[in-house]
């Protein structure tokens, strides 16, 4: 049968089974399954406190199932940590923007190279480290409409630009799989479809 499903493309690139995570006697996520396939773009909807970012967490690594099975091309992923889960292709932006602030936008763009480098993260931006894909980061930074921004402060960016930083810094991981939390009530990012022609084989979006 799984032959027969890649062969006809239905393989889904990633797989939960029967999730399940509490906090103390909090059920946040209780006996979910999802599959969601290659060049797809999946909507997570539910009202505050349904479990949309645990599920996300889960998925991304942040947390562990307490039960349950989830494969990401045909990999195993339970037990991984975010940062393992990370270099097989999932990233993911965060609820509550997660940027480095000090940093300009292009080094925080750079910082998404550095999980495929083995150099440490403080050597990333040195003309050895990542400082050789400045083209590629300026380049996703056009992507998300902030090529004109690359040498400002994150801090100084409005909310909406800040998330679309963090997406542009997420797809610099060579993301193949991208958690994304909703940009804001009426985003400015470009058409989502996008994200596959970077190399992005799906989308999952908490709304
Ligand atoms: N780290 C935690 N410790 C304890 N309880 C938690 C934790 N994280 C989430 N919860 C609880 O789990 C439930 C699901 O929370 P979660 O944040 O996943 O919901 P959500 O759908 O993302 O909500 P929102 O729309 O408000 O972002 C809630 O009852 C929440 O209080
Ligand atoms: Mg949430």
Redesign the pocket.
């Known amino acids: 049968m799984d032959r027969l499903q890649k062969q006809i493309g239905m393989t889904p690139l990633l797989k939960a089974e029967k999730l399940h995570k509490s906090?103390g006697g909090?059920r946040?996520v209780y006996d979910v399954s999802i599959e969601v396939r290659e060049d797809s773009i999946c909507a997570l909807i539910?009202p505050?406190?349904?479990?949309?970012?645990?599920l996300l967490n889960l998925l991304s690594g942040v947390y562990q199932p307490d039960a349950g099975s989830l494969f990401f091309n045909r990999t195993n992923l339970i037990g991984l940590p975010a940062y393992q889960r990370a270099r097989l292709g999932i990233a993911r932006t965060f609820?509550k923007i997660r940027l480095f602030k000090q940093l300009t936008l292009l080094e925080n763009v750079l910082a998404g190279f550095h999980i495929h480098q083995d150099v440490p993260l403080w050597k990333c931006f040195l003309p050895g480290g990542v400082g050789r894909f400045r083209d590629e980061a300026m380049d996703l930074l056009s992507f998300v409409g902030l090529g004109n921004r690359g040498k400002d402060r994150a801090g100084a960016l409005s909310y909406g630009q800040q998330r679309m930083l963090e997406i542009a810094r997420a797809l610099a991981t060579r993301a193949e799989a991208l958690h994304a939390r909703r940009a804001c009530r009426r985003p400015q990012r470009p058409p989502r479809s996008s994200f596959f022609s970077r190399g992005c084989k799906t989308s999952t979006s908490e709304m």
């Open positions: 906090f909090v946040a539910g505050n406190g349904a479990g949309k970012s645990t609820q």
